[in-house]
């Protein structure tokens, strides 16, 4: 296909995987953020939350790397969860630098109220696949992530060059 093309082609929202990942990664937010936010949690804040029951104590800066957001929005989303009362912030006293992002007692009890949340979430979305299909998409939304991840801390190009 050549580039006017395939233009034309991804033109169509039905064509574009990026719109088409875009709308599922709402819907998925949406229906997560139904089920947690009876619980005080936000879409963006479970984010976080997921990332720290893994690994609690993580330095701001990780955690915005493993969330994938940027650090100003990290900062914000993390002003958020402290004062929900699900995380407090220490300040490292091997680097004052380093700020580790801990979750408090409560953060740590909702883990069992809301991982069900998101696989139930996880098997609306996949109703009507097989396993087989499952571990094909997961492994082709894995490829399709790796070859983005050059792009997302390359620099803007420029169109008029």
């Given at each position: 296909?050549?580039?006017?093309?395939?233009?034309?082609?991804?033109?169509?929202?039905?064509?574009?995987?990026?719109?088409?990942?875009?709308?599922?990664?709402?819907?998925?937010?949406?229906?997560?953020?139904?089920?947690?936010?009876?619980?005080?949690?936000?879409?963006?804040?479970w984010?976080f939350?997921?990332?720290?029951?893994?690994?609690?104590?993580?330095?701001?800066?990780?955690?915005?790397?493993?969330?994938?957001?940027?650090?100003?929005?990290?900062?914000?989303?993390?002003?958020?969860?402290?004062?929900?009362?699900?995380?407090?912030?220490?300040?490292?006293?091997?680097?004052?630098?380093?700020?580790?992002?801990?979750?408090?007692?409560?953060?740590?009890?909702?883990?069992?109220?809301?991982?069900?949340?998101?696989?139930?979430?996880?098997?609306?979305?996949?109703?009507?696949?097989?396993?087989?299909?499952?571990?094909?998409?997961?492994?082709?939304?894995?490829?399709?992530?790796?070859?983005?991840?050059?792009?997302?801390d390359?620099?803007?190009?420029?169109?008029?060059?």
């Amino acid at each position: 296909m050549d580039k006017a093309t395939a233009a034309d082609f991804y033109a169509d929202p039905n064509n574009s995987i990026g719109y088409l990942s875009r709308i599922a990664f709402r819907s998925f937010s949406r229906a997560l953020e139904r089920r947690t936010l009876p619980h005080g949690v936000t879409a963006g804040q479970w984010r976080f939350l997921r990332v720290l029951w893994r690994e609690d104590g993580l330095t701001q800066r990780e955690l915005s790397r493993r969330v994938g957001m940027r650090e100003p929005t990290t900062v914000t989303a993390l002003k958020s969860l402290e004062k929900s009362g699900f995380v407090r912030r220490r300040q490292s006293e091997d680097d004052r630098r380093k700020i580790h992002v801990f979750l408090t007692p409560a953060a740590k009890k909702l883990q069992a109220v809301l991982a069900p949340c998101v696989a139930e979430v996880n098997g609306i979305a996949l109703r009507g696949l097989s396993p087989d299909e499952v571990a094909t998409l997961r492994r082709l939304l894995q490829h399709v992530g790796r070859n983005l991840a050059p792009e997302v801390d390359a620099p803007p190009t420029d169109a008029s060059a």
